[in-house]
């Protein structure tokens, strides 16, 4: 892994800025971020209707913790959840959505690496367990989407975020960091255990 | 100080405060990362992310895990399970813990994180008086896993080579899902139920001690270098580091079982303490 500079990336997030990133760069994102996780996608799976447009936009695979002080609200805790169980849905949320910027944790699958790079999105790996320090990188909550009926870590929050820290683990040209350190490492690992 | 405050302040330290070993580990981590790499950046934000919890006593990771008391027997009379589910509810009432435990049967989520079986409370022969606490989030849980060995798969014998063969799989199989960095506790031996007990049991254990067991010591450090090598690093992208510390402790086993159990532990390895 190469020295880099963190690229700043704001929203709108063009398809241009998301293309001219590489596995491997660090981004800090600024803007327009929703949070969905799994019922946000099983909503979407059941054919039913976006609560925001994401064109252009961020979603986060998060489970905030958030607290209501009077008619705002505020943001405690918000590191990513795994994102893998998401599989199944997000090639299709990329191309319905236009979203740009998918972040969440561990990586996804192949069929999503390949939707990234078809209709020009990116999967960013947000720092695991890093809640207190991202909740403080959300400037402001903006509004909020199926909160009484999913409750408050599966609900859809629109968030405006400023400057938070990710790497780019999956781009737009079929860079995956993630399948890049799987390999390089299994192949360490079968070195180690040939001679002892 | 009562002892529910004591309980409550345990909870609250231990949520939110990295062990000092920790974070001396981490921040050798970060300085052995090349400047300006993406690993090194990691490994600067669960830093950053550590002072700012232990400055604010919030919680440093949403998820608050299983929690797991470890009570010496002598102190069994007045530390009952129920004066530690009553600090439990506290805690959650005050934020201090995620609404974190749900029925595995039906779904429904125990609000207040108290149900049978939660919190995990195990009474111990410790000739102490203190109380000690983990709090093991889900993610590195699901990263731990136990072999029976022979095991052919891994070519994996019963001597400590095959111990070896079966620390260094473990490690790769879980790459950075358990929010690497992580700490592995291994047992040898057992029976299935007290192998990842013994196993989470080494997790307690201070990074930089050492294993009075020769044999046990020379492989904790063999198998910490070598895992090193395998260039996983920091949430599984690639770094100089993927394990902060391997401890092992072996255990009686029958005769026909020979289990390797490794219980994976995620960098915020938050183990407290409090003195009764």
């Given amino acids: 892994m190469t020295a880099t500079k963190a690229i700043h990336l704001a929203y709108p997030f063009t398809e241009e800025a998301v293309r001219a990133l590489h596995a491997g760069e660090q981004v800090l994102v600024s803007g327009k971020v929703f949070t969905g996780r799994d019922r ?9 209707a976006l609560p925001f447009d994401f064109r252009d936009a961020a979603l986060f695979h998060c489970g905030p913790v958030v607290v209501q002080e009077g008619a705002k609200w505020r943001v405690v805790a918000a590191g990513p959840t795994t994102s893998v169980r998401e599989n199944p849905y997000e090639p299709a949320f990329i191309a319905a959505s236009g979203v740009r910027l998918i972040i969440g944790k561990g ?6 690496l390949d939707a990234c790079a078809r209709h ?10 890093a809640a ?5 990188t959300v400037r402001r909550v903006v509004d909020v989407k199926f909160l009484e009926e999913w409750g408050a870590a599966e609900a859809c929050w629109q968030f405006e975020m400023h ?3 990710c790497v780019v683990a999956m781009d737009a040209h079929g860079g995956d960091l993630f399948a890049a350190v799987r390999e390089r490492s299994a192949k360490t690992l079968a070195n180690l255990l040939s001679f002892n | 100080m009562t002892l529910h405050e004591k309980l ?12 000092a070993d920790a974070t001396a580990a981490l921040e050798e981590a970060a300085s ?3 400047a300006g790499s993406a690993a090194e950046m990691i490994l600067r934000t669960l830093l950053a992310n550590a002072a700012l919890a232990a400055a604010s006593r919030t919680p440093m990771c949403q998820d608050t895990g299983t929690l797991t008391f470890f009570v010496p027997h002598a102190l069994r009379g007045a530390v009952t399970p129920e004066a530690i589910a009553a600090a439990v509810r506290e805690a959650t009432a005050k934020g201090l813990l995620r609404r974190n435990t749900i ?9 207040d994180n108290t149900a049978p079986g939660a919190p995990v409370i195990h009474y111990t022969d410790s000739s102490t008086r203190t109380i000690r606490l983990l709090m093991k989030g889900g993610g590195s849980e699901n990263m731990s896993t136990q072999f029976s060995l022979p095991d052919a798969t891994i070519a994996a014998g019963r001597d400590l080579e095959g111990v070896r063969r079966a620390i260094l799989h473990a490690v790769h199989r879980a790459q950075g899902y358990g929010c690497a960095p992580g700490i592995l506790g291994v047992c040898i031996g057992g029976d299935r139920a007290t192998g990842y007990e013994c196993a989470k049991l080494q997790l307690l254990r201070d990074l930089a001690d050492r294993n009075p067991d020769a044999a046990l010591a020379a492989l904790e450090e063999r198998t910490l270098a070598e895992a090193n090598t395998l260039g996983i690093g920091p949430m599984g992208l690639g770094g100089r580091t993927s394990l902060l510390g391997v401890k092992i402790a072996a255990r009686p086993r029958v005769p026909a079982s020979f289990f390797v159990t490794c219980a994976y532990l995620c960098w915020a390895a938050r183990r407290g303490s409090i003195e009764i």
Avoid: C
């Fill in chain 1, 163 to 165: 400057e938070f820290p």
């Fill in chain 1, 132 to 136: 207190a320090l991202t909740a403080q």
């Fill in chain 2, 32 to 34: 052995r990362e090349e």
């Fill in chain 1, 107 to 112: 990586g996804m699958d192949k069929a999503t």
């Fill in chain 1, 120 to 129: 020009g999105a990116v999967y960013l790996q947000a720092v695991g367990g």
């Fill in chain 2, 8 to 19: 409550l302040e345990l909870i609250a330290n231990t949520a939110s405060h990295l062990p």
């Fill in chain 1, 40 to 48: 946000f996608h099983k909503h979407f799976a059941d054919g039913g």
């Fill in chain 2, 103 to 111: 029925d595995s049967a039906t779904g429904r989520s125990y609000d």
